[in-house]
């Protein structure tokens, strides 16, 4: 919160929307600009796409884009396995697989239609960016 004191104004504002992204005044930067910080509002689904090795995430890419589902389907047993996920210190293991067994079957059912197919290509897609910032030791946003 801002105070004012004898007409000058001490503080910075915070405003946040209901996605997810935050802006910070006050934070000036060597222009004399605005510092603004967006950090991406995952649902339970996403974010418990299972971390794994770049070579499994890409093979669970080309499964997803010829059979829809099957990629995911195959995903959620490697969080059996050991692989982490940014909703398992919150909802544990057997959730978290059970959330992307029931995501693989949304693909599935839904691929009839198009929309399965669309969000199974791109489910494999965030398990190569989530696999390659691993491999790269960039940290995951909890």
């Known amino acids: 919160m801002a105070q004012k004191d004898g007409g000058t ?3 910075s504002l915070k405003t946040e929307d209901n996605l997810g992204a935050k802006s910070l005044g ?3 930067t060597v ?3 605005v ?3 967006v950090r991406e509002k995952k649902g339970p689904l996403r974010a418990a796409i299972p971390t794994m090795p770049f070579p499994l995430a890409v093979i669970c890419l080309f499964l997803n884009t010829f059979i829809p589902g099957l ?3 195959i995903s959620a047993f490697t969080v059996l396995c050991g692989a982490r996920s940014e909703l398992i210190s919150e909802r544990g293991v057997c959730c978290v697989f059970w959330l992307n067994v029931a ?3 949304i693909q599935i059912l839904t691929a009839v239609i198009m929309v399965g197919w669309i969000m199974s290509i791109f489910w ?3 398990m190569v960016i989530l696999a390659s910032c691993r491999d790269q030791g960039i940290p995951q946003d909890v």
């Open 26 to 28: 006050g934070g000036q």
């Open 124 to 126: 494999g897609m965030d």
């Open 9 to 11: 104004e001490h503080g």
């Open 35 to 37: 510092v603004v910080e």
């Open 103 to 105: 995501a693989a079957l």
């Open 31 to 33: 222009g004399g600009g």
């Open 71 to 73: 990629g995911t389907f």
